[in-house]
C-alpha cells in the first residue's frame, strides 16, 4: 500500500501505529465473569441466551462477521442509533452484550471489558499519518516528529485518551499532557 500512495499519488505513509481501531465485542466487568468469558468464542455456548446492542454498521461488520467466522448467532440483536447509546444498554441490563468500536471512550470510562477476538475475525485497522511528498520534502521534520508517536499509540491508550476528553478536559489539554509525558513535548 505504501508504495502503491508512493508511485500514483507521491504521498509517503509514515510510521504506523499499534492501535486497532476496529470492530469488537464488549460488556461489563460483571456480565463477562458471569458468562466467563474472555474471548469471542467463550460465548458460543451461550449466544442462544444473549441479547447484544449494536450501531448500525455492527449489523454488518460485528453480528455478521461473528456469524460467519465465530458460528453462532445472537437471540436478540438491537440496533442502536450511534455506538455511544450501546454501552448504557450493557451497563443498565437491557442487552448483555454490545458491538463497540476497539478504541472507544467509554470502554475505559465505564471499565467494560473488551473481549478478544480470538479468531482475528474483524479487520485490522491501524492508523498512520499520510504525508505529500513535495511537503515532507519543504519539511522533513514532519517525519521526524510525528515518527516516534506511532509506537506509543496503542488501543489501550486511545481508549484512555479519550476517556480523559469525554470526562471533560479539552483534547489540548489531554494531548499536550500525553506528549510531555512520553518526552516529545
Known amino acids: 500500500m505504501k508504495q502503491g500512495y508512493e508511485s500514483k499519488y507521491q504521498i509517503t505513509w509514515l510510521d504506523v501505529s499499534p492501535l486497532n481501531d476496529t470492530y469488537g465485542v464488549c460488556t461489563t466487568q460483571t456480565e463477562a465473569q458471569k458468562l466467563s468469558a474472555t474471548k469471542v468464542s467463550d460465548l458460543a455456548s451461550q449466544a442462544s441466551k444473549l441479547t447484544i446492542a449494536t450501531p448500525p454498521d455492527g449489523v454488518q461488520f460485528g453480528i455478521d462477521v461473528i456469524k460467519s467466522v465465530y458460528g453462532f448467532s445472537f437471540s436478540k440483536v438491537v440496533t442502536y442509533n450511534e455506538e455511544g447509546l450501546t454501552f448504557p444498554a450493557v451497563t443498565t441490563g437491557a442487552q448483555n452484550l454490545n458491538i463497540c468500536y476497539t478504541t ?82
Open 104 to 185: 472507544a471512550a467509554l470502554i475505559a470510562k465505564d471499565k467494560f471489558v473488551l473481549l478478544q477476538d480470538d479468531k482475528n475475525a474483524f479487520p485490522v485497522y491501524n492508523p498512520a499519518p499520510i504525508v505529500r511528498d513535495d511537503i515532507l520534502k519543504k519539511a522533513p521534520g514532519i517525519a521526524t516528529a510525528l515518527n516516534p508517536l506511532a509506537p506509543l499509540l496503542t488501543t489501550s491508550v486511545s481508549q484512555q485518551l479519550q476517556a480523559q476528553v469525554v470526562g471533560g478536559q479539552t483534547v489540548q489539554q489531554v494531548a499536550t499532557a500525553f506528549l510531555k509525558s512520553a518526552g516529545l513535548l
